[in-house]
């Protein structure tokens, strides 16, 4: 029996689940997809699953957006979100030859290799090919092979190749992909070949028919003799190209280009049809671009993503409510610990964290450059920022249990506000920055006069902790560790409203003041859910799910009605706050993603992999 030694397809993962559930004879069809060429995905499925009834075959997506469409579809793909190429490539149509092309192409050989490891026989397939007929049949012919591959132009074809699972031929693929991790410039398929040319590592396997071997009957000539062959190779013999005595180097054999057409041969040289055969498939290579392979499938009727009886043709609507993942715009480093505040005064962002300093940035500079880094408080480090309305005094709270405010010119020290026995989580001002409120771990709320620094009421009722505090005109809004988020009158200290529904820890909260529409309340936690309120009845409006992770901040984007997440799952996410559709998801963080704030057309998140980044908004 097969020693499992995947890294990926472990016994238990949800992948090896699928890979055991769907193979027939131990052999697994694997092709992958990002969302630039999911319409092409769906169509070789189609293909596959409906015309040929073939079910022995797993789909991996490159990104999520790909595998939530998919999902909607009902189609069960593998989500691949682990390997070192992924900095490479996105979710988007990219070019041939690009970096994001080789390093998209690079992730197949690994993936493969990662079925052989588990002990199941691969055919990998691009999903640029149509099949006419099951191909698994042909690979039996020569069962002595242990890699058999399409022919392409110029040399093997590595967009389609079966490879046995055995130890050689795992040897022969580890070496293709530690060497495409080292040079990410070469595609897959060159490097395959450059092992494949290698004595020491591959030797090419010749059919031997009546009418001589395949280099003796080569191309055109090669084609009709399998013609007059009546296309009986299973009768062939086959003999090395080169004589090896390794027992350890791998065998392969080149699959003829009229069953196993690439697009030359097929749409152009078009041997098939003049030898009057029936390819078992073909493969829409050696054109470039989506759109004209798309073209050229539909030229040729291959193309079936507009047929009523394709169950996959409502992908369009799916795709609309996909939601677009976004790449970091600029990643800006000075900070030496976790970043955990952020906020904007003019055109300078400000962010602070563990290391006890606050970091300045430009706004007006394209690559929002680094102005400034100092301490205000050594003996703690600033874990909320507020700034008042004119901007010329910075209040902060931290973990010494203090709240202070700075005059912004020399960031001299001008009060201390003390009465806390708790960490203060959050600070802010009310509109007319009158009134100064403290949220903290003692589960008191403190109101202050922010000039005399004399403490004007207790807000005083939560069970837990205070993380997060709001303030809209003449209320007052909490969020606790005691899974509540709370409503009170500012002046009399009174609990107006109180918003229950989420399973633990209530982290952030933000006001939502729609024109024309009720004011609501959004509130997000510890069980990764972000819930919409009427601030007036507390009932819940709807509850939005998405991040695999606790939601530590939000901020709305009042005229775009759009709500942003930051999360424990390294993501932040953005939702339509009318919908509660996710319409977009942004990856780049490496650490949990601690802070929000927005700007301009910017969005800035903070995190504890000690980056702030830079994101373009959704809308």
Request: with cysteine.
């Amino acid at each position: 029996e097969k020693t499992n030694t995947s890294t990926l397809v472990t016994e238990g993962s949800r992948f090896y689940e699928m890979c055991k559930e769907r193979a027939i004879d131990n052999q697994i069809m694997l092709t992958f997809s990002n969302m630039g060429y999911i319409d092409i995905l769906l169509n070789w499925l189609y293909n596959i699953s409906v015309k040929l009834s073939m079910t022995n075959y797993v789909i991996v997506s490159l990104d999520s957006a790909t595998y939530e469409a998919l999902n909607a579809l009902g189609i069960e793909s593998y989500f691949y979100d682990k390997d070192v190429m992924k900095k490479y490539y996105d979710n988007s149509q990219c070019s041939f030859n690009s970096v994001e092309f080789m390093a998209i192409c690079n992730e197949k050989p690994f993936l493969a290799n990662e079925i052989l490891k588990a002990g199941f026989d691969c055919l990998w397939t691009d999903t640029d090919i149509v099949f006419f007929k099951d191909p698994f049949p042909v690979f039996l012919e020569h069962p002595t092979v242990d890699i058999q591959f399409q022919s392409d132009d110029d040399d093997i074809c590595a967009g389609f190749f079966y490879a046995k699972s055995n130890p050689r031929t795992i040897a022969f693929w580890d070496k293709v992909v530690a060497y495409t991790r080292e040079v990410v410039v070469l595609d897959d398929q060159s490097v395959t070949r450059r092992f494949l040319n290698d004595p020491e590592s591959a030797v090419r396997m010749l059919a031997t028919t009546e009418n001589g071997t395949q280099e003796e009957n080569s191309d055109l000539a090669h084609d009709h003799a399998m013609k007059d062959d009546k296309m009986r190779f299973s009768d062939a013999k086959l003999q090395p190209a080169t004589e090896t005595t390794e027992s350890s180097v791998v065998q392969y054999y080149v699959l003829d280009r009229v069953r196993f057409p690439n697009g030359s041969a097929y749409f152009n040289a078009k041997l098939p049809q003049k030898l009057g055969v029936v390819p078992y498939i073909v493969h829409n290579n050696c054109i470039i671009g989506h759109d004209s392979k798309v073209e050229r499938f539909q030229l040729y009727d291959m193309w079936w993503m507009d047929r009523e009886d394709n169950p996959y043709n409502t992908h369009k609507k799916i795709i609309q409510n996909t939601p677009t993942v976004h790449s970091p715009l600029n990643i800006l480093k000075g900070h030496i610990e976790i970043v955990v505040s952020l906020a904007t005064s003019g055109s300078v962002l400000y962010s602070s964290g563990y290391d006890k300093t606050l970091s300045s940035w430009d706004l007006n500079d394209a690559k929002c450059k680094h102005i400034s880094s100092r301490y205000l408080n050594r003996r703690g480090g600033a874990w909320s920022l507020s700034f008042s309305p004119d901007g010329q005094t910075l209040f902060t709270g931290g973990h010494d249990r203090k709240v202070m405010s700075w005059n912004t010119e020399d960031w001299s020290q001008k009060k201390i506000f003390k009465g806390h026995v708790g960490i203060i989580n959050g600070v802010g001002l009310n509109k007319d920055g009158d009134v100064l409120f403290s949220a903290s771990d003692d589960g008191d709320v403190f109101s202050w006069n922010p000039e005399s620094g004399e403490r004007l009421k207790i807000y005083r009722g939560h069970r837990s902790w205070v993380s997060a505090l709001t303030v809209d005109g003449p209320v007052l809004y909490t969020a606790s560790k005691d899974g509540t988020a709370c409503a009170w009158e500012i002046k009399t200290g009174r609990v107006l409203q109180l918003y229950q529904g989420h399973e633990g820890w209530v982290r952030a909260l933000a006001i939502h003041k729609p024109k024309n529409s009720p004011v609501t309340l959004w509130t997000a936690g510890e069980d990764g859910t972000l819930r919409q309120w009427s601030v007036r009845t507390g009932v819940c409006l709807q509850v939005l799910k998405g991040h695999t992770g606790g939601v530590n901040s939000l901020v709305v984007d009042e005229e775009k009605y759009i709500v942003y997440s930051a999360s424990d799952d390294k993501t932040l996410r953005a939702w339509d706050a009318t919908t509660g559709n996710c319409v977009a998801q942004y990856k780049g963080h490496k650490g949990i993603v601690s802070c929000l704030v927005l700007s301009g057309a910017h969005v800035f998140s903070g995190s504890y992999d000690k980056a702030v980044i830079q994101w373009q908004k959704a809308i």
